[in-house]
Structures are given as C-alpha cells and as structure tokens.
C-alpha cells in the first residue's frame, strides 16, 4: 500500500533549488545498469537551452565516482545534484517536475511505482517489467535503451509541455492504487472465486528443512489452519545427514496432520525424485505445493506428466554463499518455467516474474496465541537468568550469514558503556553458531550475551524481551517480526526485503540499514532510554498485526489461488 505523500515533505529550498528551476529525479543506485550515462549525455544536449533545469541523482555511488567525473566532463556541475543513498525519498518526489529510470535492465522497478504514486509523469527505457507500468504517452515515456538522442527527444517534449505531465501523473496515480494495493487485489481474487464450488482435493505441503523458521512456520499453520472439510493436507519433507531432526514433522505430528519423510543423499538427488513420484501417485495428491529451492527443483521433477498442480511459495532467496547463489538460479529456472503459481511473500521478491503466474500473499500467524499472559514476562525472564533492572534485547532466527546476528553482537559492545545491565538473548541454531559463538568470547561479551539453541516453543519468549531485533541482510517478510508485533513487544530490524511492509518506520517499530552500525547502535540507545515510546510503537504494531496478518487472512489467500490452480 502506497501512501499519498508524506505531510513533511521537503522543500525546494531545502535543496539548494528555486521555485522556476526544472527538477528531474532519477532514484537509483549510481551504476552502470541504471543508464546514468545516457541520460547525462541527453542533459548535455538540453541545458545551454533550458539552463534551469536540474537533476537530482538519489542512490549510492558504486562506481567509484566515475558518474562525478562524467558530469564534470559534460559541464553539467551547476545543473546535476548528487544527493547520496537517502531514507526520505517519498519526500523529495513532491517538489521534483519529472521522474526518470532509464535503465537497460529491470525488474518491476520499486522506483517507478514510488514515481507513480507521487503523481509524476514518468520518463524509463523499455526493459523488464517496466512497461508493466509505464504506459507509453498515457502514465509516461517510454524509449529504448542505451539511446541518448531518444531521451533527449522525450526530456524536452514533457520539459515543454507541463499540461501533459500533469495528466501522464494523475494516470499514473491512479493506476498504481487500482491495480498495486493489497486490498485491492483480494478483493479482485475475491470476486473471481465467489462461483468456484468446493470440492475436496488433497495437498502435499514439501520442504527441505533444516530447523523451525520462516517458511516452516507458513506451512504448519496453513496445514493446520485450511478448511478440512475441503482441502487434505500431508506433510512432507526431505531428511538428510546435515539435519536429522526434523522439526516441522514432529510439529506435524503433534497437530495429527499425515506426514510423509524422504531420506535424501545430497543437494538434488534423483532417488528421492523417484521416491516423491511414488508417493504423489500412491496418495492422489492433486497440488504438490513445496516451500524452498530443494524442494521446488526436486517437487518440479517429479510432477512431469503427472496430473499434480505446482505451486511454491518463495519465501526469499538468500545468494548466503556462490553454491547456494548457483541452486537458487537453477530454481527461479525450474519457478519461471514449471510452476502454475508461485507466492511471494513480498513484492520484492521475484520482481521480475510475469504477473500472471506471482501472486503476493502476507504472511499470517494466529495472533490470539501471543496475547499478553499475567506473570508470563517475569517467568520467562527468570527462566533466561535476568534480573527485573536489566534490559533484555531478543532476536529470534537461524544462525547463519544472511540473518547476520554478528551485527547485532558488534553493537552490543558500543552499547555497554551507556547501558552496561545490557543482555543480549540469541534463540535459534545454524551454521554460524560456532562462529557467532566464538566472537562473543573475542570481544569478552559472554556474561551479556546469551545462546539458547534451538527452542521449540519461542512464542512465550517474546515476552520476556524489552526490545527485539532482526539484523538481516535479506529477508522475506519474517515471521519472527510479525510474532514480535503481535507479542507488543517493540521492534528495531534492517530496511531490507519485506520488512518495510511490515515496519513503517517510527510507527510499527524502527529501521535502520544494513550494517550501518552507527543507526543501529543509535535506535537501540533512543528506545532503551524512552519507555514511552516502546510503548506507542508496540501498541501500534500489535493493531497493525491484528488487522493485516491474521492466519485466517493468509490461509484464505491460499485458498483462492489453489482452487485457481485446480480450476485450470
């Protein structure tokens, strides 16, 4: 969902600008593939006849200054404006004319839709999914790439002729909230699957696991949560000797769902293609719908002439290392090109997959199950070792490179001078807890950190903390975010993936870049020293949460798109 506009938004004055000067925006990080180049070349062209336009290039600079040196080089050091990697973004586009993205490669352009929604008419390059929403002489301009002369031609037309941006604009706005709100599209989906008549079909939820996290939490509760009287579920997942425990099974179990092992040898094993083969024939299952990349690739195999619908959702890919960056390739292949539907857990994710086949569906969890309990907080507390004067930072996830705890832990010792009751709880196992493990007694943190392992049960957990963080460096739209919100528990989390979905900043909770130690450690010491506002953000959060990601929300999504799915 697209906001209006922020009511702070900046002014011209702000930015060193005068109220007749031309403003062009061109939000994207400053590197070969997003065509600053072309556009400087066609800018250079247009100046000694319009001197008062200017440029605004928002977005870090990757190239080492080589786009500086062009300016420099083309004479246009008056009229271009390098104003860096910027958080208020949404409040600059209010005073620019013109938004542009001529870049030579696209997926579904964030940037485009930012323009869209602010009213502006829009100048991009025909690449990607980009004419997806730049409609051509209606919301904006399009024009080929790596064509200077072409921009230049369509820069001067909308320059010219301000009546047409202001309609191109207003088009755009419009189709933006029309056909790019969530509400929107359910309602869409709604409306379609109100003549579908129910009908009974069995479903194999598949996952490679490795723990309890994210993607295994989706599945249970959609397992758990669907309507029985129509859909059969049965839990699948393949075991292997680097995890022997499979926790979503014993979940499974418990909840007396059907469950179903396959013992697997390495990353693609052929033998365990023919095993789940065997078992989707033996069982009639009619939609196989598998939750990670080796359960995608393994699952698309063995579907192959059988009359089994394919469904995946993409909980996010992680590119953790270049073996996995290699399988999660190899598995937008086998999504691009098997699958009859794939979810997506944000619009991030898979942005350039065609619209036809992505679906967005919001995570959802039982927010019931985490309303506050009397005299849960200091149990659980105690349970931990902490004392009621101390404040207690949580973080929930796999120890791994991606979720990044190591950028928690450098934090804490910035912090412990003005805050030395400090402690630091870590709950979850991985690959890295050894590492993670092994820094904490480097910087002498083991009396204010604390591992828990694996836990089972996390949810009464939330209570206990003060604070809790998520230091990722990609993500989905996590799960332990949404069970921190619905727990009142306040959030700090990285600006990355789907979490500006889920935390609005300074409203549902604070976030701050990845790895931007400085950020990090700051919000930490703002919302240890202020109660009152880990009070208003977490008040915030658990409505939020209550009123946009409900199980009941989530599973009903699902069902829609597999009846789409069964219907085809």
């Not at 502006?120 to 730049?134: H, I, M, Q, S, W």
């Not at 949580?394 to 402690?423: H, M, W, Y």
Request: hydrophobic share 40%; glycine share 6%; net charge positive.
């Amino acid at each position: 969902d697209l906001p209006e506009g922020p009511e702070d938004a900046l002014t011209r004055k702000d930015l060193s600008l005068s109220a007749t000067d031309f403003v062009i925006a061109h939000v994207a990080n400053l590197k070969a593939v997003k065509g600053h180049r072309y556009l400087l070349e066609a800018l250079k062209d247009i100046v000694p006849q319009y001197p008062h336009v200017h440029l605004l290039l928002i977005g870090e600079d990757t190239t080492n200054g080589e786009i500086a040196q062009l300016v420099k080089k083309l004479g246009l050091d008056r009229n271009v404006h390098f104003l860096g990697k910027r958080k208020d973004v949404r409040k600059i586009l209010p005073v620019t004319d013109l938004c542009v993205l001529p870049s030579l490669s696209e997926g579904m352009s964030n940037a485009i839709l930012e323009y869209m929604a602010a009213g502006k008419a829009v100048l991009a390059t025909r690449v990607g999914g980009t004419p997806e929403l730049v409609e051509d002489q209606i919301t904006g301009i399009l024009v080929e790439k790596e064509n200077s002369g072409k921009i230049k031609d369509a820069l001067l037309q909308l320059i010219k002729d301000p009546v047409l941006r202001g309609r191109m604009g207003e088009a755009g706005k419009k189709k933006v909230y029309a056909h790019f709100s969530m509400p929107g599209m359910i309602k869409r989906y709604s409306e379609f699957f109100e003549s579908v008549l129910p009908q009974e079909f069995k479903i194999m939820h598949f996952i490679s696991s490795g723990g309890f996290f994210g993607a295994e939490n989706v599945l249970i509760n959609l397992a758990a949560n669907m309507d029985k009287s129509v859909y059969h579920p049965i839990v699948a997942a393949i075991q292997d000797g680097r995890y022997p425990n499979l926790q979503v099974v014993e979940k499974a179990r418990e909840m007396k769902i059907p469950v179903k092992v396959f013992q697997s040898k390495g990353r693609i094993d052929f033998d365990t293609v023919s095993k789940v083969r065997r078992c989707l024939i033996a069982h009639k299952i009619d939609v196989l719908h598998t939750h990670n990349y080796k359960s995608d690739i393994i699952g698309a195999l063995a579907v192959r002439s059988l009359n089994v619908k394919l469904i995946a959702t993409a909980h996010g890919f992680t590119d953790v290392n270049h073996k996995v960056s290699g399988y999660e390739r190899l598995d937008r292949w086998f999504l691009k090109n098997c699958f009859q539907r794939i979810v997506v857990v944000a619009q991030s994710v898979l942005s350039e997959l065609i619209s036809e086949k992505k679906v967005i569906i919001r995570n959802g969890i039982n927010v019931q199950t985490f309303s506050q309990s009397t005299g849960l907080r200091e149990q659980m507390r105690a349970k931990l070792g902490i004392y009621p004067d101390e404040i207690l930072i949580g973080t929930v996830g796999r120890l791994s490179l991606e979720k990044n705890q190591k950028f928690l832990i450098d934090a804490v010792v910035k912090l412990l001078p003005q805050f030395p009751k400090l402690k630091i709880v870590i709950i979850g196992s991985g690959p890295e807890e050894e590492h993670l493990k092994k820094h904490v007694r480097s910087l002498n943190l083991d009396k204010n950190v604390i591992f828990t392992g694996l836990i089972k049960n996390v949810i009464p957990y939330y209570q206990a903390f003060d604070i809790f963080t998520l230091t990722s460096v990609t993500e989905g739209v996590p799960m332990t975010i949404l069970e921190a919100m619905a727990s009142k528990t306040p959030v700090i989390a990285t600006n990355v993936g789907g979490i500006p979905q889920i935390i609005t900043n300074r409203k549902t909770g604070l976030l701050v870049d990845s790895n931007d130690i400085k950020s990090l450690v700051s919000s930490f010491s703002e919302l240890i020293s202020n109660e009152g506002l880990r009070r208003q953000l977490s008040e915030a959060a658990e409505k939020f949460v209550q009123a946009e990601y409900s199980i009941e929300r989530m599973t009903n999504a699902y069902s829609q798109v597999y009846q789409e799915a069964l219907s085809q």
